[in-house]
């Protein structure tokens, strides 16, 4: 069973009791809330993801509340933890998607060292992942929903999840974060996806989400091996330019962009030289998203070959 096939009402029943557990990935998370406009969004935005039994052992438990119950009507304030207070503020309820979203990545990033989490997007064509570390503001999630919306399988616009025993990719289909001028460029560039409503006045500034095609969802259990490593920067008016990268210098940027390497330390070293060894990696320069879109694509077909 999906999200979807539950009434709105039936998810705000669970929501509001024993919880919504559902899946992601390699993870079993579990939801609580009170507020039925958080239902809402969920029952569209998070309409793929399976459902999970009352049994089994939750990896994280999430909780979206009223921050005292007079908040619920006087400028309502809702407050977000995860089995222990978050370092997260009280947020105005307008803004309840965008830090659940937030705080869920702020719960994988801080527990799941039993994988080398790479500050990445990842997404899989013909079996073979493809990395695109990149900093904030770099085009990093953008380049992802396009691609995600070109026959690629989504995996993460956020975490590169590695297994450290085999270097093998593992996806965590989330939503995908857009931020400000993003989103229209999504809108125009792939006018079949499907985006949430735009949230005004975060700390990122406007925000909207992009739910997951069906088969990323369906498909999340099967993991792939790493095969290109792209470095994308997105740059206004820049001439396209892919460049390969030497494996030294690969392997120091990619490791610089792990959340959790000194964490994991010789285990995070084995994986990222294993990667940067059979992966070929570029950088990649565009200000144009068709023709960045078009170049990987390129890339992929003639490897496929």
């Known amino acids: ?70 908040r619920r009507w006087i400028r ?18 307008a ?5 659940l979203e937030w705080g869920t990545n702020w719960c994988i990033a801080t527990r799941a060292h039993h994988l080398l989490m790479l500050h990445a997007a990842v997404v ?15 085009g990093k999630s953008t380049l992802c929903a396009a691609l995600t919306h070109s026959h690629w399988r989504l995996f993460s616009d956020e975490f590169g999840l590695v297994n450290p025993e085999d270097s093998m990719l593992i996806p965590i289909p989330r939503l995908i974060s857009l931020k400000n001028q993003s989103i229209d460029v999504i809108r125009a560039f792939a006018p079949s996806a499907h985006l949430g409503p735009s949230f005004h006045g975060t700390h990122k500034g406007t925000v909207a989400h992009v739910r997951p095609p069906f ?8 993991p792939a091996k790493p095969y290109w490593i792209i470095f994308p920067r997105w740059q206004a008016n820049a001439p396209l330019t892919l460049e390969p990268i030497p494996k030294d210098r690969a392997f120091m940027l990619l490791a610089t962009n792990a959340f959790n390497y000194e964490v994991l330390g010789e285990l995070a070293f084995g994986a990222v030289s294993t990667i940067v060894k059979n992966c070929d990696s570029y950088s990649l320069v565009y200000s144009d998203l068709q023709q960045a879109v078009r170049t990987i694509d390129e890339l992929v077909c003639s490897a496929h070959d």
Request: glycine share 6%.
């Open 1 to 70: 069973m999906n999200v979807s096939d539950l009434t709105l009402i039936e998810l705000r029943q669970r929501l509001a009791t024993t919880g919504l557990c559902f899946g992601c990935g390699l993870f079993r998370i579990r939801l609580h809330t009170p507020v039925a406009s958080i239902a809402t969004l969920l029952h569209d935005l998070y309409a793929h993801y399976p459902v999970y039994s009352e049994q089994g052992i939750d990896d994280y438990r999430i909780k979206l509340d009223w921050t005292s119950w007079s």
């Open 95 to 99: 803004r309840a998607l965008p830090t």
């Open 76 to 93: 309502p304030i809702v407050r977000f933890t995860a089995d222990s207070p978050a370092p997260f503020t009280d947020i105005p309820i």
């Open 215 to 222: 088969n990323s969802i369906a498909r999340m259990n099967e």
């Open 124 to 138: 899989e064509r013909h079996g073979r992942g493809l990395i695109l570390p990149a900093l904030p503001g770099y």
